[in-house]
């Protein structure tokens, strides 16, 4: 061992209180500074003062932003009514729609009346003629030339030499005595049935494919049902009285 560190070993078992550290005196002086800054009136004064501006600017975004969320949710809550006040218009166009539609296919069916559409018949030049010849010979009914307003085919003549005919006789009450009788041409090919509207022929084949449907059929262009299970019979205006009919 050297001389200089005997020396500083007998220095240090002879010192029972031994110097501090340079490092440690640095520190300890350090956090002596720090400890009075903080507890500074000066200092705690500054901190206070820029923490309470800094809440100032922030409670004044908030009062600002809250009055953008207010004034948003006002023009909100009206857009909301004016939605409503719409969809009640358009739901009243709606309805409204739907009676004129109603009336105008119920003014269209009035005009045909007295009309009847025949199928299955020999084709012929003459449909006046074969119209009262099927009348005579299947339905057992005398009609005369002034009985009948007029006639024509309709659609193409099947593979077999059959076609359509539509009729419009010049009184009602020979136009029912017909359809009365349709009955008795059962089981041939010919087929006898009022001249709809297209829109009471889509409603009477709705009516017809219903679920609950046992028998359906038009008369005087309106379209009648009745159900699986009951003997009551359903007038049948349009497709909501079927979905009522459940």
Not at 65 to 82: F, M, P, R, W
Not at 87 to 93: A, F, P, R, V, W
Not at 179 to 208: C, P, S, W, Y
């Amino acid at each position: 061992m050297s001389a200089r560190d005997k020396s500083k070993l007998s220095l240090t078992k002879g010192n029972k209180n031994p110097l501090p550290e340079p490092t440690t005196m640095a520190e300890d002086l350090i956090k002596k500074v720090i400890n009075n800054l903080l507890t500074s009136p000066e200092f705690v004064e500054l901190v206070s003062k820029h923490i309470n501006s800094s809440l100032e600017k922030l409670n004044k975004a908030i009062d600002i932003n809250s009055g953008d969320i207010l004034e948003l949710n006002t023009k909100l809550d009206q857009h909301a009514k004016d939605l409503a006040s719409h969809s009640k218009e358009i739901d009243e166009l709606v309805d409204y729609k739907r009676r004129i539609s109603r009336e105008i296919n119920n003014l269209e069916q009035y005009t045909r009346r007295n009309s009847i559409r025949v199928f299955g018949l020999p084709e012929a030049k003459d449909t006046n003629i074969t119209i009262k010849q099927m009348a005579s010979d299947q339905l057992g009914i005398k009609l005369n030339d002034e009985d009948i307003d007029r006639s024509h085919p309709v659609g193409p003549t099947t593979e077999d030499g059959r076609q359509s005919i539509i009729c419009k006789f010049t009184r009602h009450d020979i136009k029912t005595q017909v359809v009365k009788a349709r009955r008795k041409l059962k089981g041939t090919k010919v087929v006898i049935k009022e001249d709809l509207t297209k829109d009471n022929l889509m409603l009477l084949k709705a009516a017809t494919d219903f679920k609950g449907t046992n028998k359906a059929w038009s008369w005087d262009g309106r379209i009648y049902v009745i159900k699986h299970g009951s003997a009551h019979i359903h007038l049948i205006r349009d497709h909501s009285d079927l979905l009522k009919l459940g």
